[in-house]
């Protein structure tokens, strides 16, 4: 059947229905000072509002401005920790590179979750390479969601792990903003401006500073722009445009263990390592009030992304070939102090992505046979360009040299949803389907070099169901096809044949609960498995160059989080995940030949899979002062699959030791003043703990102490 054979099918399965309302739409109103006054910001929800929580069959969770501004937060990291069942690892220290795991799997580059902003693709390739190289500022959102569970076929294209939605502030209709700065210790300094008003917002933020290790330092520039303009009675539009530059002094290796032993932490030679970001992003949300009861939201975005990184070294066994490099890597793993001058080689990995898409989505409420229901449908077509470059340069601070590698790949993709929730009183029933078909092509441009590509289609069921016997108390339950594609490097070599990578596929379960036990509080738990029947281990995500893989695994546990105010100032926020099974429930195997991965067998846990999980924070906020004092645990874990315990010499395996590390604000708002004074101590106790052995030895921050002020006006 063709593309566009599948998608008259499917949109014929939505139109008839065109004629009623979307109850559970929230949006912010910035119109009231027209004569549109009842009409909202168009925006795509994904969790929305807290009285959304009753519709939700799967876990839901959301960090409100309030939780964002107490805690200040320096990256998104720590942030998103506070979320229940996500894992996030540190890399350079400033949480540029963004490591997330959500329900034991693999945290590296964030490839099993989909990143979204406002409702729009925030990775640059989500089908064809959904590795994170990248991260706005934490400075820029005002709201973080996340969605596990059936709901996530809405979106896609991974429905694995979950989905994380950074919101953006909202136009605002009076004039106003405000100027914040922030310095400490590592040569830290966060300057941010924002100007409002006539529904338009304007952010700027200046960040800088020393990363987690010696030679390692971070500059950025982000700009983020904001609008709606009301077209008529039934039409408005949401207008977005971002900039975001990034320069780092940054390595891509981690360190041996003999010169983790011998020279501390900190250590990192490779002073000439450069990366180097531009990000150009523009989007819009157009929403068209078809009749009294039918809402049509459209999407329509585009992002440039272009990243060049020149390093010396990627990891603790790489030499960049030749004589020099061989013993270069031998002193590291004998723990001599080098000197990356001497080795006359530096490698430029230079990629520039370009991604663009439409995505028109319709809600409505009806009652057909005497039930009552709630539809959301939608189509998208995505469009994805990589074009990608590997110069080896001659010297050590080269910024140019042989070509080794040069090719571009092309991703389209289209998709489509259907999901009907079904009233019953106090009981829902919400069946869904989801439908993507991905074409895939690789073209190396070297000399002689070939073409090849592959398409992929995929349906993918949901079922979730609600009870909520009381307002304070919600059951949910729900089951889906976990789906990610795989990457095009994976499936088209560079000869441009093709291999057999199928998509890595779960079947997703959940069963949970959110309630009120009290006022003034709320509790979310969770019970969920997710059973692979095929999961996929892509290169260098655990103990080193490990090939492409793929096997049967299982994870399951419990998640809770939740918070309680206490009439009298004192309040606890706290997230908890136990997964007590992440296990390989057969061997890995390379997808090319079979061969098992070394060390891998059935029981085995997966790798960067920690079984306990906790951020948990007690506070007091009373007359202006809000103090906050929060403990971040993370329990052991392996680096590879075999499970190694003792260390190896590169560092890239070997059982990673459970850590604590506490953190501090303290917030005084001056009201009079428009003012509020803030003091961040991160990692109080100045604890040294080994985060990831990826690439070698990586270990979290230092203790940093942040002091800053906040103007409003």
Not at 148 to 159: C, D, M, R, S, V
Not at 444 to 470: C, F, M, Q, V, Y
Not at 507 to 513: F, I, K, P, S, V
Not at 594 to 618: F, V
Request: neutral net charge; glycine residues 10%; hydrophobic residues 40%.
């Amino acid at each position: 059947m063709s593309i566009a054979l599948r998608m008259m099918c499917l949109s014929a399965l939505v139109l008839p229905c065109a004629g009623t309302t979307w109850a559970q739409e929230e949006n912010t109103d910035v119109s009231k000072d027209t004569a549109y006054a009842n009409y909202v910001m168009p925006e795509v929800v994904v969790v929305g509002k807290a009285e959304n929580l009753a519709a939700i069959a799967g876990s839901a969770n959301v960090l409100n401005l309030r939780t964002l501004e107490t805690s200040r937060p320096f990256t998104a990291n720590e942030a998103v920790r506070k979320l229940p069942g996500v894992n996030a690892r540190d890399e350079e220290g400033f949480g540029l590179r963004p490591n997330i795991g959500i329900r034991g799997l693999n945290p590296t580059r964030t490839t099993k979750v989909t990143l979204l902003e406002d409702g729009v693709p925030l990775a640059y390739a989500p089908y064809g390479d959904n590795a994170s190289y990248y991260h706005p500022p934490i400075d820029r959102f005002e709201r973080i969601e996340l969605l596990k569970g059936a709901g996530q076929i809405l979106f896609g294209p991974q429905t694995i792990g979950g989905i994380i939605n950074y919101i953006t502030p909202a136009p605002q209709v009076k004039l106003g903003g405000f100027a914040s700065v922030t310095g400490g210790g590592r040569d830290f300094f966060d300057g941010k401006v924002r100007l409002g008003g006539h529904r338009m917002v304007l952010d700027y933020t200046r960040k800088q500073g020393d990363g987690a290790r010696d030679n390692i330092n971070s500059k950025l520039n982000d700009v983020n722009f904001k609008a709606v303009v009301v077209l008529s009675k039934n039409q408005a539009l949401t207008l977005r445009a971002n900039a975001l530059t990034e320069n780092s002094n940054v390595t891509y290796s981690g360190i041996t263990e003999a010169e983790f032993r011998n020279f501390g932490a900190r250590y990192n030679p490779f002073k000439n390592d450069n990366f180097e970001i531009k990000r150009y992003g523009a989007s819009s949300t157009h929403n068209l009030q078809l009749s009294k009861n039918t809402l049509l939201t459209t999407n329509l975005y585009f992002s440039n992304f272009s990243r060049d990184w020149w390093r010396q070294s990627s990891t603790t066994t790489d030499n960049q070939g030749g004589a020099a490099g061989n013993a270069f890597r031998d002193s590291r793993l004998a723990g001599n102090r080098v000197n990356p001058d001497s080795l006359n080689s530096i490698q430029g990995r230079l990629r520039e992505y370009t991604t663009w898409g439409i995505e028109p989505r319709l809600k409505l409420a009806h009652k057909a046979l005497g039930v009552t229901g709630e539809l959301q449908a939608g189509v998208k077509a995505h469009f994805e360009n990589q074009d990608r470059q590997q110069l080896n340069g001659a010297s050590p601070t080269a910024r140019t040299g042989t070509v080794a590698e040069d090719n571009q790949r092309e991703t389209n993709a289209y998709s489509a949803f259907l999901i009907n929730r079904f009233l019953f009183g106090v009981w829902s029933i919400t069946p869904g389907l989801r439908y993507e078909h991905i074409n895939s092509s690789r073209t190396n441009r070297l000399p002689g070099g070939l073409a090849g590509s592959d398409e992929l289609s995929k349906w993918i069921p949901s079922l979730g169901a609600t009870w909520n016997p009381a307002k304070t108390l919600t059951v949910f339950a729900g089951v889906h096809l976990g789906f990610a594609p795989p990457r095009t490097e994976d499936i088209i070599g560079t000869t441009g044949t093709t291999t057999d990578v199928e998509p890595e596929e779960s079947t997703n379960w959940e069963l949970g609960t959110r309630f009120q036990p009290v006022a003034g509080s709320l509790v979310q738990a969770t019970f969920f498995r997710n059973d692979f029947k095929r999961l996929i281990a892509v290169g260098s995500i655990a103990g080193g160059a490990t090939p492409l893989a793929q096997g049967e695994a299982l994870f399951q546990g419990l998640e809770i989080s939740g918070h309680h105010h206490l009439a009298w100032g004192l309040y606890f926020i706290g997230a908890y995940t136990w997964l007590p099974e992440a296990e390989q429930t057969t061997a890995f195997q390379q997808v090319v030949g079979g061969a098992i991965i070394t060390g891998s067998a059935a029981g085995n846990r997966q790798p960067y899979a920690p079984k306990h999980l906790l951020t948990a924070a007690a506070g007091y906020a009373v007359a202006g002062f809000d103090a906050q004092l929060e403990a971040v645990h993370v329990a052991d874990q392996f680096a590879d699959f075999a499970n190694t315990v003792p260390p190896t010499a590169d560092g890239q395996r070997g059982k990673l030791e459970a850590f604590t590390i506490w953190n501090a604000a303290l917030n005084y708002h001056l009201k009079l003043a428009h003012t509020k004074f803030f003091i961040a101590v991160k990692n109080l106790a100045d604890k040294t703990y080994i985060v990831d052995r990826t690439r070698g030895i990586q270990v979290g921050s230092p203790r940093l102490v942040q002091v800053g002020s906040k103007y409003a006006f």
